[in-house]
Each structure stands twice: as C-alpha cells, then as structure tokens.
T-cell receptor, first 117, second 113 residues
Framework: GAVVSQHPSWVICKSGTSVKIECRSL??????MFWYRQFPKQSLMLMAT?????????EQGVEKDKFLINHASLTLSTLTVTSAHPEDSSFYIC?????????????FGPGTRLTVT | QKEVEQNSGPLSVPEGAIASLNCTYS??????FFWYRQYSGKSPELIMF????GDKEDGRFTAQLNKASQYVSLLIRDSQPSDSATYLC?????????????FGSGTQLTVLP
C-alpha cells in the first residue's frame, strides 16, 4: 500500500506556543488530505479536508484560525496548532487519498502525539 | 440513525477461530467500503477495500459486501492474538460528493490465546 509519513511523531510544547505538524505522501500524489484528531479511547474525529492549492474545509466546531492548514504541494500538507493549550493535547493523524488507486483508498500517517504543558 | 454502524464490542474469540465483524450503512448510493485495523495508540491501517457485491479474499481476511442489505462484513480466519485491535468500517459516499470517508465507531476485537 501507499505510504504516508508524519513529522514529528510526538511533540511536547508549552501553553501559548505554536506547533507545526507535517504530513507527506511518499510514493503517490495526493490532491486531498485529511486531518483527524483522536482522544484516548475515542473515535477518529475529522477536523478538516485539505485540498492542494485551495483553502481547507473545516468541520463544524473546528476553529480555522487555531488550526491552520496549508497544502502547498501534491505531497505535503501541514497543520499548525496556534497558541496551543492543554486541551489541545491529542493524537493528530493525517490521511491522504491515492487518486491513482482503484477506489479512492485513504491511507493514514502514523500520527503525531501532541502534549501541551 | 448513524450513517455507519458497528457493534462496539468487545468481541472475544479464541485463537484459531473465525472472527466476524459487521457493519451497516445508511446511504444506499455508497460506492466503496473499507476495513481498517487500529492498534491501541497507533493510527489506522488499511486492511481491505471492496466495491462489488460478493466476497473478496486476501490471505486470512475476507470482506463481504451486500449492497441490497447495505451490509459489509470482515471475516478473519485462523485468528491470532496479534489480530487483537479495533476494526473500523469506512464508507465512501456517492460520486460527486466529498471524497471523505464516513467511519463507524469501531469494533474492539480480542483474540484469546
């Protein structure tokens, strides 16, 4: 299957600072990427849909000014958590659609665990 | 009614048995169906996808799709303790709409040695 990477895999930051998470499709081009958040023992929660060359589409209740998404190339999307607070501590996972696949398969990155102190 | 429904479990099966995971969906126009496995603390991993009625086999895994009944299942033969994880069913909406998958809440599977 296709490979999606994320960097960093974990990060600890102080309250009030910003953190950038990168998501890369390594062996395919992805015009569409997704950003999810998952709290312990809970389901995946879609935060936003990132389309290359255009503005991201945010899900209801997700603050677009707090979670900045940039999808500047066909292989890279970034999520910046601005002015992070302890309640932003979570597991952030990106995924990418392999548009060259048979059925719009969506592949997930390994996730980034964010801890805000 | 949830768009994609799964039994949350937990489902326990003995090692070597067949584990059967079920999923129903509400949008009759849905196109493709995916099964992901998620180990605790890890991100989901794509196991299989299916888009035609019938069975699709890949190693110990078989996906079954019945569009008339809006039902998709995953069978795991010769279950191993390493199969213990949460299994997520995901559905791709009809063409023309957003390409984002709709996920079920997952079924937790435990394979007992």
């Amino acid at each position: 299957g296709a490979v999606v990477s994320q960097h960093p895999s974990w990060v600890i930051c102080k309250s009030g600072t910003s953190v950038k998470i990168e998501c890369r499709s390594l062996d395919f081009q992805a015009t569409t990427m997704f950003w999810y958040r998952q709290f312990p023992k809970q389901s995946l929660m879609l935060m936003a849909t990132s389309n290359e060359g255009s503005k991201a589409t945010y899900e209801q209740g997700v603050e677009k000014d707090k979670f900045l998404i940039n999808h500047a190339s066909l292989t890279l999307s970034t999520l910046t958590v601005t002015s992070a607070h302890p309640e932003d501590s979570s597991f952030y996972i990106c995924s990418a659609i392999d548009t060259g696949g048979q059925s719009y398969e969506q592949y997930f990155g390994p996730g980034t665990r964010l801890t805000v102190t | 009614q949830k768009e994609v429904e799964q039994n949350s479990g937990p489902l326990s099966v003995p090692e070597g048995a067949i584990a059967s995971l079920n999923c129903t969906y509400s949008d009759r126009g849905s196109q493709s169906f995916f099964w992901y496995r998620q180990y605790s603390g890890k991100s989901p991993e794509l196991i299989m996808f299916i888009y035609s009625n019938g069975d699709k086999e890949d190693g110990r895994f078989t996906a079954q799709l019945n569009k008339a009944s809006q039902y998709v299942s995953l069978l795991i033969r010769d279950s191993q303790p390493s199969d213990s994880a949460t299994y997520l069913c995901a559905v791709l909406p009809p063409s023309g709409s957003a390409r984002q998958l709709t996920f079920g809440s997952g079924t937790q599977l435990t394979v007992l040695p």
